[in-house]
């Protein structure tokens, strides 16, 4: 995450560091929301268990040290605007000061978080490695996290929605990829496969169109050195790819239901975008348009052929 | 745009040249009053008053404006291509529909 890359980062100034910084600090808090929203739906009624409550406790800490850390982003952010060299470079060294503690903490709650996901409620230990997945800054807590998750959950449809939740927010992985893969291919539950399958192909038209741009930026690459090979290869995934996934959702999925729709629905509507997308790229005969004018007389798009056609979707606002 | 695309109106106008719009304003009266004043006098599909609407949703518009430049065999040969490189491309494919052209624009754009 840009979040570490700032912190290990080699600074050339204070501005490229100011801009990393909130950056980290904003797709923090992307990858945290969705996450916070769903536990407050499902821990409510429950009689909490030990476990469960340590849980609460952990994850509370965090969100008070990151919504302090924020508020210490913005003010230092001020300052830097009227600041002196001398007071920016001081700027720098507090607020460099105050990550790498920041960061420490995180790393000591992600190994008592390590602890819960091994516990007896399931519940809480889904709870506790989805934390993990998507706060920890260190790779090992990660990685050890999705052996959990693979290891004792592989049949559990709740993992499965967790698992969409991954797959349609933060930043791409290859973690993310793999264990997506894994559950749509390994799993004995239909629920989990279907919803894991669809998910997967999700996050690889998203990845594919969210990257296609970005991994030119240098900014970009700046922020993700150690993503950027991965990235690459996300971003020039083939358009079958995801539809052999959709395919396989609709047929052997279809009556699963996932996100208020079924899986057959939903990979549907994929397929028929990406279709429409297909037929609209250069070479491809212009689809045609019967409407009327703004005067309500009818009229063809393919009225005009034989002419060279500027087509313009405009509005004036 | 719309000084650009007057220009091209005006002067593509004994050419086999059509500039096509898909509207997606929401209100049609006062439309049509901001087409008068603004002397926009080429023809529009009506989007059903959003841009939600089903031509823009056939055509996956995501951003506006959008432009696709479609040539006299009906097949989509550019996207997105604006001022001078939309110029080019009309040049292009007039030339591929056996008309040559160079299309001019004077400093305020109107062709005058």
Redesign the interface.
Known sequence: MAFLACAKGHLNSNEVFMKKFLIGAFVFAMAVLPIAERRSLTAQDKEKSEQAKLFAEYSNEVKMLMSDWSTKARAASGKMRTATPEERAEINKEMMAAQKTLMATLTGVGEKMLTLASGDDKDTAIDAISWIMTQSQDAAQKSKAAEKLLADHLDNPKVAEMLSVFGRGGIPSEATQNLLKTFSEKSKSDSVKGISTMTLASYLRNGKSMLGSLIENPRFAEAYPDSMDYFKKLAATKDEDVENLLKTAAEKYADVEHAGSTIGKMAKRELKIIETQRNLQVGKIAPDIEGPDIDGVTFKLSDYRGKVVMLDFWGDW | ?YPH?RS?VKQLADK??????????RD?EK??D??KE?DITW?????GGS?GG???T????RG????????????????GVRGDK?DAA?EE??GE?GVEVKITHDEDGDGE
Do not use: H
Not at chain 2, 18 to 25: K, P, R, T
Not at chain 2, 67 to 72: G, L, R
């Open positions: 745009m695309e091209l086999p040249f059509a500039l096509i719009g898909v509207n997606s304003d049609r439309l049509k901001v087409m603004k023809r529009s599909f009506w989007n841009t089903p031509i823009s056939k055509w996956n518009v506006w404006p959008t432009i696709y430049v479609v040539d006299a065999k009906g097949v989509i040969r550019y996207k939309m009309l494919l007039l529909a």
